[in-house]
């Protein structure tokens, strides 16, 4: 059974840092591409960024290009995603999901995904 689980998330000012963590379990990470997505209150749920674990390629929203960084630790069976110089809009629930064979952080396109955590940038 694919399991994902976000950590990392919490309150920080704009301008500031976080490393989120998504940890899979239930799966070979190196068979999958592992995306992240957020969802701020009354907004539809947006890709964030996607990495396929096989060959390394990383795709990027442009609000967060030059920002956000996606990695992945196979040993450890986790993708990170480092935001640097977070703004007050980054605010949101950030989710990460795994599908097979995606290269693009669309939601419609994943089918297991984590529960989520909070990322509060405050101004």
């Known amino acids: 059974e694919v399991q994902l689980v976000e950590s990392g998330g919490g309150l920080v000012q704009a301008g500031g840092s976080l490393r989120l963590s998504c940890a899979a379990s239930?799966?070979?990470?190196?068979?999958?591409?592992i995306g992240w997505f957020r969802q701020a209150p009354g907004k539809e749920r947006e890709g964030v960024s996607c990495i396929t674990i096989s060959d390394g390629s990383t795709t990027y929203a442009n609000s967060v290009k030059g920002r956000f960084t996606i990695s992945s630790d196979n040993a450890e069976n986790t993708v990170y995603l480092k935001m640097n110089s977070l703004k007050p809009e980054d605010t949101a629930v950030y989710y990460c999901?795994?599908?097979?064979?995606?290269?693009?952080?669309?939601?419609?396109?994943?089918?297991?995904w984590g529960q989520g955590t909070q990322v509060t940038v405050s101004s």
């Open positions: 239930g799966f070979f990470l190196d068979e999958y591409s």
């Open positions: 999901a795994a599908e097979k064979g995606v290269r693009y952080p669309i939601p419609q396109l994943f089918d297991s």
